[in-house]
């Protein structure tokens, strides 16, 4: 007879059963304040004893919106710990794709910092939450957090969580303009966690964090995994270069997480060639491959890549490439991790061999649950047998190496940044003088690609670049605007009437 006993993988447990491993350790260190695993725990539960006084059970939403900051990483855990479910918001959303969110997933509580108060206030009446909470600084009609902190007593006990209970919901723009909510379980945490921790090893002495919070790649490539280790999290509001560099001579930083972009911006700063490199092991990139003059820049500092594939939906892993195999497999996203499964399938979702292209699907505990509020859209992602369908184009080489060639679903990756075209378009197509319009993603030197508009003009009338990102302004964020603009006479279509942006882009690049 068996005696096994569940054990409960949540995140909340998980954090407060580190501070008693490690409760002397450094945790987290955030512009010059570090806290130890013990003073994080307190905080934490601190932060649950507030949202339970205010009503929160188990299932509720609670939101933040802000700039990386501890208080993100708290709540996270807090509503871990009650059951709760997090929600954090892109803080590069206008107003409007705000609001959208935090309705959709029914927002009860929404932490704020000082950055997004303003943005916030002009929004509240159009928003369903009962309780706003400002994470600094006390601003006028809204209950300030560390008052709070002062006077409430840490919650005795957290709540066990299942594997299939929702931790977080992250939203990830929708080819139809409006994001859809990913519901991350405990589970699917946990198994990323445990697909990383058997793939690189490069998380040891302190883990640098400068990507947003708010991206799975922030969260968790090397965030997450680094505090249920008891390795120190060094904690920056927003990327600085300068000052990156700076804290992993300082720290003595492992590795860090980041988009290519960030990396060539860090070897283009004046500081790189003489910042102390020596303590990383490697450093973690996604988003798009890594340029070999990239990769040759940093290992002439000794520095090696380690490059990953993955999406909201997977949390984030689906396939990793070795530091060690940065040179030697240039331009792959590597091999799944342990416990995950990928393949690539034809329009009949039958696997197609070495060399074929086709859509990447994967499988494994670290798929999501579903989207939020939306079966259909979850039942169009993810079929019978469990694969999700990823939407992205690649194939697999001889040695089960994966490249990815495209997108399905046209997607633009700038900065790290996922960008949908027909988001875009459909802001744009409100233009008065524009009659057609197509949005694509051009080689870019600095960004991976350029957002660019390509336009059909009504009949004598003339636009350009600075006029159409001062209209579509006000209703995208600036990330999303085009840097580009190309007005033409009439855009490739194919027989059933289909835009071909294969051409536009063979045509403008």
Same mark, same amino acid.
């Given at each position: 007879?068996?005696?096994?006993?569940?054990?409960?993988?949540?995140?909340?447990?998980?954090?407060?059963?580190?501070?008693?491993?490690?409760?002397?350790?450094?945790?987290?260190?955030?512009?010059?304040?570090?806290?130890?695993? &013990?003073?994080?725990?307190?905080?934490?539960?601190?932060? +649950?004893?507030?949202?339970?006084?205010?009503? #929160?059970?188990?299932?509720?939403? =609670?939101?933040?919106?802000?700039?990386?900051?501890? =208080?993100?990483?708290?709540?996270?855990?807090?509503?871990?710990?009650?059951?709760?479910?997090?929600?954090?918001?892109?803080?590069?959303?206008?107003? *409007?794709?705000?609001?959208?969110?935090?309705?959709?997933?029914?927002?009860?509580?929404?932490?704020?910092?000082?950055?997004?108060?303003?943005?916030?206030?002009?929004?509240?009446?159009?928003?369903?939450?009962?309780?706003?909470?400002?994470?600094?600084?006390?601003?006028?009609?809204?209950?300030?957090?560390?008052?709070?902190?002062? *006077?409430?007593?840490?919650?005795?006990? +957290?709540? +066990?969580?299942?594997? $299939?209970?929702?931790?977080?919901?992250?939203?990830?723009?929708?080819?139809?303009?409006?994001?859809?909510?990913?519901?991350?379980?405990?589970?699917?945490?946990?198994? %990323?966690?445990? %697909?990383?921790?058997?793939?690189?090893?490069?998380?040891?002495?302190?883990?640098?964090?400068?990507?947003?919070?708010?991206?799975?790649?922030?969260?968790?490539?090397?965030?997450?995994?680094?505090?249920? /280790?008891?390795?120190?999290?060094?904690?920056?509001? %927003?990327?600085?270069?300068?000052?990156?560099?700076?804290? !992993?001579?300082?720290?003595?930083?492992?590795?860090?997480?980041?988009?290519? *972009?960030?990396?060539?911006?860090?070897?283009?700063?004046?500081? @790189?060639?003489?910042?102390?490199?020596?303590? #990383?092991?490697?450093?973690?990139?996604?988003?798009?491959?890594?340029?070999?003059?990239?990769?040759?820049?940093?290992?002439?500092?000794?520095?090696?890549?380690?490059?990953?594939?993955?999406?909201?939906?997977?949390?984030?892993?689906?396939?990793?490439?070795?530091?060690?195999?940065?040179? *030697?497999?240039?331009?792959?996203?590597?091999?799944?991790?342990?416990?995950?499964?990928?393949?690539?399938?034809?329009?009949?979702?039958?696997?197609?061999?070495?060399?074929? /292209?086709?859509? =990447?699907?994967?499988?494994?505990?670290?798929?999501?649950?579903?989207?939020?509020?939306?079966? $259909?859209?979850?039942?169009?992602?993810?079929?019978?047998?469990?694969?999700?369908?990823?939407?992205?184009?690649?194939?697999?080489?001889?040695?089960?190496?994966?490249?990815?060639?495209?997108?399905?679903?046209?997607?633009?990756?700038?900065?790290?940044?996922?960008?949908?075209?027909?988001?875009?378009?459909?802001?744009?197509?409100?233009?008065?003088?524009?009659?057609?319009?197509?949005? !694509?993603?051009?080689?870019?030197?600095?960004?991976?690609?350029? =957002?660019?508009?390509?336009?059909?003009?009504?009949?004598?009338?003339?636009?350009?670049?600075?006029?159409?990102?001062?209209?579509?302004?006000?209703?995208?964020?600036?990330?999303?605007?085009?840097?580009?603009?190309?007005?033409?006479?009439?855009?490739?279509?194919?027989?059933?009437?289909?835009? &071909?942006? @294969?051409?536009?882009?063979?045509?403008?690049?």
């Amino acid at each position: 007879m068996s005696h096994t006993q569940s054990v409960d993988i949540g995140l909340g447990q998980t954090i407060l059963k580190r501070a008693i491993l490690t409760p002397e350790s450094p945790a987290i260190t955030f512009e010059g304040q570090t806290w130890t695993f &013990q003073q994080f725990a307190t905080r934490i539960l601190k932060i +649950a004893a507030i949202l339970r006084e205010g009503g #929160v059970c188990c299932g509720d939403r =609670v939101g933040f919106m802000g700039l990386n900051h501890p =208080v993100f990483l708290e709540v996270l855990y807090a509503c871990g710990c009650l059951g709760a479910i997090f929600v954090p918001l892109n803080f590069r959303l206008t107003g *409007t794709e705000a609001r959208f969110i935090a309705n959709d997933a029914g927002i009860q509580v929404l932490f704020t910092d000082d950055a997004l108060l303003p943005l916030i206030e002009s929004e509240r009446e159009n928003l369903h939450c009962r309780r706003y909470l400002a994470v600094e600084s006390p601003a006028a009609g809204w209950e300030s957090l560390e008052p709070l902190m002062t *006077t409430t007593e840490p919650l005795a006990s +957290a709540v +066990a969580a299942s594997a $299939d209970d929702v931790a977080f919901i992250m939203y990830t723009s929708g080819t139809t303009g409006l994001p859809k909510g990913a519901m991350l379980s405990h589970g699917n945490i946990f198994w %990323n966690s445990v %697909n990383v921790a058997f793939s690189e090893n490069n998380m040891q002495d302190a883990t640098l964090t400068c990507a947003p919070l708010f991206h799975i790649g922030g969260l968790n490539v090397t965030t997450l995994p680094s505090l249920a /280790r008891g390795v120190q999290v060094i904690l920056h509001r %927003n990327f600085d270069p300068g000052q990156v560099l700076a804290d !992993i001579e300082k720290y003595r930083v492992s590795t860090m997480f980041g988009a290519p *972009t960030m990396y060539l911006m860090m070897s283009q700063h004046e500081a @790189f060639g003489k910042t102390d490199l020596s303590s #990383v092991i490697s450093v973690t990139v996604g988003g798009a491959p890594v340029p070999e003059p990239l990769i040759e820049a940093y290992g002439a500092r000794g520095v090696t890549f380690c490059q990953g594939y993955g999406l909201t939906e997977t949390a984030p892993y689906a396939s990793i490439l070795s530091s060690d195999l940065a040179m *030697t497999k240039i331009g792959s996203a590597g091999k799944t991790p342990l416990f995950t499964e990928l393949r690539v399938v034809n329009s009949e979702n039958q696997p197609v061999p070495a060399g074929e /292209r086709g859509e =990447v699907c994967i499988k494994g505990p670290n798929v999501m649950k579903g989207y939020w509020n939306r079966p $259909d859209a979850t039942a169009e992602a993810i079929d019978a047998m469990g694969w999700f369908h990823s939407g992205d184009i690649g194939y697999l080489d001889d040695e089960g190496f994966l490249y990815l060639c495209d997108r399905l679903k046209d997607m633009v990756i700038s900065g790290g940044e996922n960008i949908y075209p027909a988001e875009v378009e459909s802001v744009l197509y409100g233009h008065d003088d524009i009659v057609e319009v197509a949005v !694509i993603g051009l080689p870019d030197s600095r960004w991976g690609e350029a =957002v660019t508009a390509v336009a059909v003009l009504r009949p004598d009338a003339t636009l350009n670049l600075d006029a159409l990102r001062d209209y579509a302004g006000e209703k995208l964020a600036r990330y999303k605007l085009p840097t580009h603009l190309h007005c033409i006479d009439a855009l490739p279509r194919n027989p059933a009437g289909k835009v &071909q942006k @294969f051409l536009l882009k063979e045509k403008f690049i």
